[in-house]
């Protein structure tokens, strides 16, 4: 079986949460899986130069525009929190101590965070908020609290994060299909075309 497409996120990431709620189906339709893999951007921005998009001129403005239209297009729940961005360790590492037990109730609690952030502006970097999100899933809001507290799940954050950054991965959202990287929401059409042609 082909490995799956590498989906590379922040929870604080407009365009993460955009590209999370199309690319396990556009991968689907070719026969492959996703992996999702939430890293600490703030890293990756510092690896490579760059700062989130509301601190540069210019691109601050356009960039908000350009997230409430992209959600009107896509019809998708949103308001732009407020404070932005936050730091997203704590959703983060619960992520990754759910996914070593269960990908796909990892997978159901990130679309909760996405969702909690973008659409209900509710503060993820607060641990009590994010364990609150597993409580509809059936998690148990003092063991998730432990994990993130965990140096077993601070460290495997960081050891995600730096890993992504050694393969290149810079932004969010950012994916790598085959080791060839994509990077941008706006590049699901060209992961979609890279899997169709077999790259090209």
Known sequence: MAAPVEFYFDFSSPYGYFASLEVDELVAAFGREVEWKPIMIGSAFKASGNLPLVDQPLKGAYSRRDWERT??????????????????????????????????????????????????NMDISNP????????????????????????????????????????????????LVDGEGFWGADRLWMVGAWLEKGGW
Do not use: H, N
């Open 71 to 120: 959600a009107r297009l896509m019809g998708a729940p949103y308001r732009f929190p407020d404070p932005f961005p936050v730091p997203a360790l704590p959703p983060s590492r619960a992520f990754w101590w759910l996914d070593s037990k269960d990908k796909g109730l990892a997978r159901s609690y990130a679309r909760a965070v996405f969702l909690a952030f973008f659409a209900e």
């Open 128 to 175: 009590e908020v994010a364990c609150a999100l597993g409580v509809p899933l059936g998690i148990d809001p003092a063991e998730m609290a432990a994990a993130i507290q965990s140096p077993q799940w601070k460290g495997r954050l960081k050891e995600e994060t730096e890993a992504a950054i050694a393969k290149g991965v810079f932004g969010s959202p950012f994916f």
